[in-house]
């Protein structure tokens, strides 16, 4: 299995568009949002990021086999 640059970048692409949608439809629903994580234990912030990582891992695999 090989991934192209090509792959890589558009995934890239796709992250900037997904992550910009928030601040661009609701400017205040995203201030909200970032003071509510900033009262999140980083413990449960952690294991919030590890369980993403694992379902894009697996997302990438079962979308790329």
């Known amino acids: 299995m090989s991934i192209e640059w090509h792959d890589l970048g558009a995934g890239f692409a796709l992250y900037l568009v997904l992550e910009g949608?928030?601040?661009?439809?609701?400017?205040?629903?995203?201030?909200?949002?970032?003071?509510?994580?900033?009262?999140?234990p980083d413990r449960q912030l952690r294991v919030f990021g590890l369980i993403s990582m694992a379902l894009g891992c697996l997302l990438l695999y079962l979308i790329r086999s």
């Open 21 to 40: 949608v928030l601040p661009f439809l609701s400017p205040p629903a995203l201030k909200r949002t970032l003071a509510t994580i900033g009262t999140v």
